[in-house]
């Protein structure tokens, strides 16, 4: 079975971004999706350290060496992008200014729960950063993540058994097996890799599962080249 590579699943949520949205993407997997985003989406990318308007990464949009997101990565502006101190930053973000962010994740819970934080070996501090700023200001959280742990215990739970960034904010989950909508204290399967059944589904998903009558559609791979090719929003 091929499962979406984290390019693939970056692939597959740059194509659901509607048109001229502002959108946060998290530290880790989500900064694959600037690769993706089809340029006359008018997507704005914004970072809490104080960017709106980062370029599509691309090789004839090199880097600027003196601006970084915050992923501490060096990005570029594209034409019409602001600069801003972390406070107007996190007020856009705490306002409800954003459309859509989209996060990484250790676990999600089948009612919107999201957990992305840990608190690493010697830190005296947990390493929270923006996360749960975003996650409760934003009309829409994505997340990206694998579904399965190092020990093949599921990510997609009935209740986080980690520490919550934030709850009931997970609208959607994109992950090597497929696109979930959390909907009704359940995951429902939106679109599926081929090789994946309702009778293997919960080999992945330990939480509660519903299946719409017009999902899942099945994911034909490999995905090509077109941008805008996908599943649609």
């Not at 990464?57 to 502006?77: G, H, M």
């Not at 962010?101 to 501090?125: K, Q, R, S």
């Not at 204290?185 to 059944?197: D, E, K, M, Q």
């Amino acid at each position: 079975m091929h499962y979406l590579t984290r390019n693939e699943i970056a692939r597959l949520v740059a194509e659901d971004f509607p048109q001229y949205a502002v959108v946060n993407l998290g530290i880790g997997m989500p900064t694959l999706v600037t690769e993706h985003i089809a340029p006359g989406l008018g997507i704005y990318l914004h970072s809490e350290n104080g960017i709106l308007g980062m370029a599509q990464r691309t090789p004839q949009v090199p880097p600027d060496p003196d601006l970084i997101n915050a992923s501490k990565e060096n990005v570029a502006l594209q034409p019409g992008a602001s600069i801003c101190d972390h406070a107007l930053s996190f007020t856009m973000m705490r306002g409800g200014h954003l459309d859509i962010t989209v996060l990484g994740a250790f676990e999600v819970a089948a009612n919107g729960d999201i957990a992305n934080w840990a608190l690493g070996e010697g830190d005296p501090l947990p390493s929270v950063g923006g996360a749960m700023d975003l996650a409760v200001g934003t009309p829409k959280v994505w997340v990206m993540m694998e579904t399965l742990t190092r020990s093949k215990a599921s990510r997609l739970v009935a209740h986080c058994s980690l520490p919550l960034t934030a709850q009931g904010v997970v609208s959607r989950v994109y992950s090597e097996i497929g696109v979930f909508d959390v909907e009704d204290n359940h995951f429902v399967p939106r679109s599926l890799i081929a090789g994946v059944t309702p009778a293997s589904l919960p080999e992945w998903v330990s939480g509660p599962i519903a299946w719409a009558v017009d999902r899942p559609r099945v994911i034909e791979l490999p995905l090509d080249d077109r941008a805008g090719s996908g599943l649609g929003s």
